[in-house]
């Protein structure tokens, strides 16, 4: 059973920092793509990167390039996909989800089929 378990969120000032982690437990990372998406209030969710470790690739939109990156570690069989996020705009403020999903195709399309929880993050102007 797929387990995405968030944490990290929070209030942070325009310009800061903040790393998100998630507990991805339940299935084999290598056969499948992890990332982060977000739904700000009144609007869809929307992807914000996602990568796998299959060959270590990785996507962003285009709105957090240079300012976001996604990883994963891997220790002991605990697994965590991180998002660090930089130069942090009010416009990123959103419910960040973990989600993963079946790696079968470009990253920007993968379809999701496990989401955690969600987890509040701000960017006070």
């Known amino acids: 059973q797929v387990q995405l378990v968030e944490s990290g969120g929070g209030l942070v000032q325009s310009g800061g920092s903040l790393r998100l982690s998630c507990a991805a437990s339940g299935f084999i990372l290598d056969y499948y793509a992890v990332g982060w998406f977000r739904q700000a209030p009144g609007k869809e969710r929307e992807g914000v990167s996602t990568?796998?470790?299959?060959?270590?690739?990785?996507?962003?939109r285009d709105s957090v390039k240079g300012r976001f990156t996604i990883s994963v570690s891997r220790d002991n069989a605990k697994n965590t996909v991180y998002l660090q996020m930089n130069s942090r705009k009010p416009e990123d403020t959103a419910v960040y989800y973990c989600?993963?999903?079946?790696?079968?195709?470009?990253?920007?399309?993968?379809?999701?089929?496990?989401w955690g929880q969600g987890i509040q993050v701000t960017v006070s102007s």
């Open positions: 990568m796998t470790t299959a060959d270590g690739t990785s996507w962003y």
């Open positions: 989600a993963a999903g079946p790696f079968l195709g470009p990253l920007e399309d993968v379809i999701i089929d496990s």
